[in-house]
């Protein structure tokens, strides 16, 4: 009781650390590059203009995706639930972040064994998968790869996004979808607003299914893996009306 009580504790104060510092950094630049403009100091007043739109569009969208996990944690978010084939809607979205893989020269492949119906929010959905997809390609080096696995499994499905990126050391996998929070800030890019992860265990939740992260460690690349029951179980707390 001790123990998960001070860890707890450790998280709340993690949080209101790396919450202060993300939204500490747009705003330091907002108020300096508008005092700058103030005061006569910038040479190219459209850059330090698109700074400060690039910083205030950053705060909006931390905003609305605090808002969104706020509701989606106290349950007043509808889920608007379809019969789906997962297999098309992941091979839609591979295709639409194919241009960004491309890119960075990493290679995307999707593994599927065919038609997986199930009933989900399929828009909610594609907003977990592209999340994973997108953090994956954004970790992983020039030259790796992403395989993302679907298959049928104790009657639901799976699905497996395995990168070759940086990995995640043991000690932080359990504390990968807490908002805010950042592994290692040094060790490589950003993670976007920090939310993205936590709104999608809430919606995974929601469906009555599991996420986890797994990861030999660093420099041995990320799995998260996402579990869904073929239908999802119609209680009061899976689907509730906004008031």
Do not use: C
Not at 4 to 9: A, K, M, P, W
Not at 168 to 186: C, G, N, T
Not at 195 to 212: S, V
């Amino acid at each position: 009781m001790t123990h998960e009580v001070q860890s707890t504790q450790q998280s709340q104060r993690d949080f209101l650390a790396n919450v202060s510092h993300d939204l500490k950094t747009p705003l330091t630049s907002i108020q300096g590059y508008s005092q700058a403009i103030i005061d006569g100091a910038v040479r190219e007043p459209a850059v330090a203009a698109e700074v400060i739109y690039s910083e205030a569009g950053r705060l909006t969208r931390m905003v609305s995706e605090l808002t969104d996990l706020a509701r989606l944690q106290a349950g007043h978010v509808a889920l608007h639930l379809d019969r789906i084939d997962l297999s098309s809607l992941v091979g839609a979205l591979s295709q639409r972040l194919e241009v960004v893989a491309q890119k960075k020269q990493v290679q995307l492949n999707v593994i599927t064994p065919g038609r997986l119906i199930v009933t989900v929010d399929g828009d909610r959905l594609a907003q977990v998968i592209t999340n994973l997809i997108s953090n994956a390609i954004n970790f992983t080096p020039e030259g790796g790869h992403i395989d993302i696995g679907l298959r049928a499994l104790d009657n639901g499905v799976e699905i497996a996004v395995r990168d070759s990126g940086i990995g995640i050391p043991a000690a932080e996998l359990s504390r990968v979808f807490e908002r805010f929070y950042q592994v290692d800030k040094a060790r490589g890019p950003r993670r976007g607003t920090g939310l993205g992860l936590a709104i999608a265990k809430e919606i995974i939740t929601a469906h009555g299914g599991r996420i986890h992260a797994e990861s030999a460690g660093e420099g041995h690349g990320t799995t998260f893996v996402v579990w869904l029951p073929i239908t999802p179980p119609t209680t009061p707390q899976l689907v509730k009306a906004q008031p």
